[in-house]
């Protein structure tokens, strides 16, 4: 079946730290991969994708590469930011594209 | 920049009365989801919308549940005879098309609480 797994939170950085949350996958075919972002009292915004292997989605300093042999689309940022607070989920749609199957979401605070 | 739209944001019911939870996809989009989050677990894909009928639905998405497009922009979940373990997040989402690659845009959630 399909299934996202992320790492547990909630994840607690000083600002400019490095960020990594780590996100691995099952899933049949050929899966589309994605993380959102949900800022406190708002929707999922689309942050990143990458829709096939070894692809590098990037968007406002954050980064995840697409990694078919460890089945991995880890999220990592450089130096972090107070803004950046929010959660993220890591997300993948499958071939049919009907249905995205979600992880439990990360939540991340960054204090100055 | 268009946005998905729900309302409302928060809704308490008693248990056993019906909700209807409304949402504005973007307007040039053509299909239409609901998912779920309850509390501490994942996002529960519920059902996809599609040229006025329901081209997926999850196990979770039984009788208790249907869904409608009344008019041109609305889409709205209907859950019956609430349950206690309906209590959720309730996320709206719309694309454009369908297709592995193929970005949904998601609502702010309505957050139901059912006592």
């Known amino acids: 079946g399909n299934s996202v797994t992320q790492m547990e939170g909630p994840v607690t950085l000083s600002e400019e730290a490095f960020l990594t949350i780590n996100c691995t996958y099952t899933?049949?075919?050929?899966?589309?991969l994605f993380w959102y972002v949900q800022y406190p009292g708002e929707g999922l915004q689309l942050l990143l994708k990458a829709t096939k292997a070894d692809d590098k989605g990037s968007n406002k300093g954050f980064e995840a590469t697409y990694r078919k042999e460890t089945t991995s689309f880890h999220l990592e940022k450089g130096s972090v930011q107070v803004s950046d607070s929010a959660v993220y989920f890591c997300a993948l749609n499958t071939n049919t594209g009907n249905q995205f199957y979600f992880g439990t979401g990360t939540s991340l605070t960054v204090i100055p | 920049e268009p946005e998905v739209t729900q309302t409302p944001s928060h809704q308490v019911t008693q248990m056993g009365q019906e909700v209807i939870l409304r949402c504005v996809p973007i307007s040039n989009h053509l299909y239409f989801y609901w998912y779920r989050q309850i509390l501490g677990q994942k996002v529960e894909f519920l059902v996809s919308f599609y040229n006025n009928e329901i081209s997926e639905k999850s196990e979770i998405f039984d009788d208790q549940f249907s869904v409608e497009r009344p008019d041109g922009s609305n889409f709205t979940l209907k859950i019956r005879s609430t349950k206690l373990e309906d209590s959720a997040m309730y996320f709206c989402?719309?694309?454009?098309?369908?297709?592995?690659?193929?970005?949904?845009?998601f609502g702010p959630g309505t957050r139901l609480l059912v006592l």
């Open positions: 899933a049949t075919g050929y899966p589309s």
């Open positions: 989402a719309s694309s454009v098309k369908r297709g592995s690659q193929e970005t949904q845009y």
